[in-house]
């Protein structure tokens, strides 16, 4: 399974950034796809998922900033961040597991398969 994320950048406090992950068809048709980010010195922590039923879910902290969504042209799952932090700062990942996500993003144990990584930096 490859997971291939892109729209990393910088901006200020309060800027936007999208960011996509790109997968295969086979996983965009059966795949639970979540973000997950990480700052140095921090655990990885989950940001937000989606799952072919449309489900999706959202750590406490990016909820009304940050919106999942899937484009099924593109086999793409974009994550869409506004009103950004400093806090926001890290390497954000996305991870694809079989299946349906459930009404949590889950832990990093459960996906299997993991992007690269792209960076955010927000100052």
């Known amino acids: 399974v490859q997971l291939v994320e892109s729209g990393g950048g910088s901006v200020q406090a309060g800027g936007s950034l999208a960011l996509s992950c790109a997968v295969s068809a086979v996983t965009y048709r059966t795949n639970c796809v979540g973000w997950f980010r990480q700052a140095p010195g921090e655990q990885r922590e989950g940001v937000a998922s989606?799952?072919?039923?449309?489900?999706?879910a959202y750590a406490n902290s990016v909820k009304g900033r940050f919106t999942i969504s899937r484009d099924s042209a593109k086999n793409t799952v974009e994550l869409q961040m506004n009103s950004l932090k400093p806090e926001d700062t890290a390497t954000y990942y996305c991870?694809?597991?079989?299946?349906?996500?459930?009404?949590?993003?889950?832990?990093?144990?459960?996906?299997?398969?993991w992007g690269q990584g792209t960076q955010v930096t927000v100052s």
């Open positions: 989606i799952d072919t039923a449309g489900t999706t």
């Open positions: 991870a694809a597991r079989l299946g349906l996500c459930g009404q949590r993003v889950g832990t990093r144990n459960v996906y299997p398969d």
